[in-house]
C-alpha cells in the first residue's frame, strides 16, 4: 500500500512485473478488486488506487470534476515510475481509463474495460445523477439499497455473501464523496470518437444482466478499438467482477495470456 500525491493504492506482487492498474467503479473503492489482486499478482504486479473521495481516497478542497479523478491517476503513474501498464477499469474505471488514455497513450499498453461505455451523460442521465444526489441526502440507506437493486444482475440478487461485501466496501465511502462522484461523471468528456486512436490490445467485458451498460454500449467499443476482444460474462449484471468472478478472471487470463504471446511475438520482430 502507498500514497503518491495523496492518492492511495493498494499494491500486491512483485514490483518488477508487467504492471496492471484497477480502477473501480461507482459507489464502490478499491476493495473491489481485492480477490483480482490476489489471483493476478502471482504474475503481475497489481495495484489499485481509491479515487478521490471513495475509500482512504481524500477529496479536494475544490470542487471535483471527472477530470480530477483522471489527472489524480495520471499524476500517480509518472511519479511511481511505472512506465508502461495495463489499466483494467470497470464502470466509472473503464471511463477514467478511456480518458486517461486520450491524455498519456504512451503510458498504456494494454486495456480491459468491463461494464463500460464512451459516450458522455445525455440530458437524461444528468438528470438521473441529480436524482441519485437527492436519494442519497433524503436517506443514505435507501440510496446504498437502490445502487444494490440496480447494479447487481438478477442471479445475484439473493447471494448473501456478495450482498455483505457490497455493503461494506460501498457503506466506508462518505455522503461528499459519493455526492463528488455522481457529479463528477455527469462532467465526463465524451470518448466516443477517440476509440479508434487506441492502439493497444483490449479486452472488453460485457454481462448479460447488465442493467446499467448493455451489451449493444460494449459492441460499441468493440467496433471503435481495432484491437479488441469482446466477452460475455453469464449470469452477472453490472459489477461482473464480483458477480462472477471465476468467468470474469478466465476471460482476463486468456487475455494477459494472448497479450504475453504477442509481446513476445513483436519484440522478436523489432
Given at each position: 500500500m ?6 492511495y493504492v ?15 467503479a461507482?459507489p464502490m ?6 480477490g483480482?489482486?490476489q489471483t493476478f499478482?502471482?504474475t ?13 481516497g ?11 479523478y483522471?489527472d489524480?491517476?495520471l499524476?500517480?503513474?509518472?511519479e ?8 483494467c ?7 477514467v481509463a478511456?480518458r486517461?488514455?486520450?491524455k498519456?497513450p504512451?503510458?498504456?499498453c494494454?486495456l ?20 441519485a ?20 444482475g ?20 462518505t455522503e ?7 457529479v463528477g461523471?455527469?462532467s ?8 479508434t486512436?487506441i492502439?493497444?490490445p ?35 449484471g453490472?459489477?461482473?467482477?464480483m458477480?462472477?468472478?471465476e468467468s470474469?478472471?478466465?476471460?482476463v487470463a ?10 513476445i ?6
Amino acid at each position: 500500500m502507498m500514497y503518491v500525491n495523496t492518492l492511495y493504492v493498494q499494491t500486491q506482487g512483485s514490483f518488477g512485473h508487467q504492471p496492471i492498474i484497477f480502477l473501480h467503479a461507482f459507489p464502490m473503492s478499491s476493495d473491489m478488486w481485492k480477490g483480482q489482486m490476489q489471483t493476478f499478482s502471482k504474475t503481475h504486479y497489481t495495484l489499485a488506487p481509491d479515487l478521490p473521495g471513495f475509500g482512504k481516497g481524500a477529496l479536494p478542497l475544490h470542487s471535483v470534476t471527472f477530470e480530477h479523478y483522471v489527472d489524480s491517476v495520471l499524476s500517480f503513474l509518472r511519479e511511481s515510475g511505472i512506465k508502461q501498464s495495463i489499466w483494467c477499469g470497470l464502470s466509472m474505471g473503464g471511463y477514467v481509463a478511456l480518458r486517461l488514455y486520450e491524455k498519456a497513450p504512451e503510458l498504456c499498453c494494454g486495456l480491459i474495460l468491463s461494464n463500460t461505455k464512451a459516450p458522455a451523460d445525455d440530458n437524461a442521465a444528468k438528470n438521473k445523477r441529480w436524482g441519485a444526489i437527492k436519494s442519497l441526502t433524503n436517506d443514505r440507506e435507501d440510496f446504498l439499497d437502490g445502487q444494490w437493486l440496480s447494479l447487481i444482475g438478477k442471479s445475484s440478487q439473493d447471494n448473501l455473501k456478495l450482498k455483505k461485501q457490497f455493503f461494506d466496501i460501498a457503506s466506508k465511502n462518505t455522503e461528499e464523496g459519493l455526492t463528488a462522484g455522481l457529479v463528477g461523471m455527469s462532467s465526463r468528456m465524451d470518448s466516443t470518437e477517440m476509440l479508434t486512436t487506441i492502439d493497444v490490445p483490449t479486452l472488453i467485458i460485457a454481462s448479460d444482466e447488465d442493467k446499467i451498460v448493455t451489451i449493444s454500449d460494449a459492441e460499441v467499443l468493440n467496433r471503435g478499438i481495432k484491437k479488441s476482444k469482446l466477452e460475455i460474462i453469464h449470469g452477472a449484471g453490472h459489477l461482473s467482477n464480483m458477480e462472477n468472478p471465476e468467468s470474469w478472471n478466465t476471460a482476463v487470463a486468456g487475455f494477459l495470456e494472448r497479450y504475453h504471446t504477442t509481446a513476445i511475438h513483436e519484440a522478436l520482430m523489432n
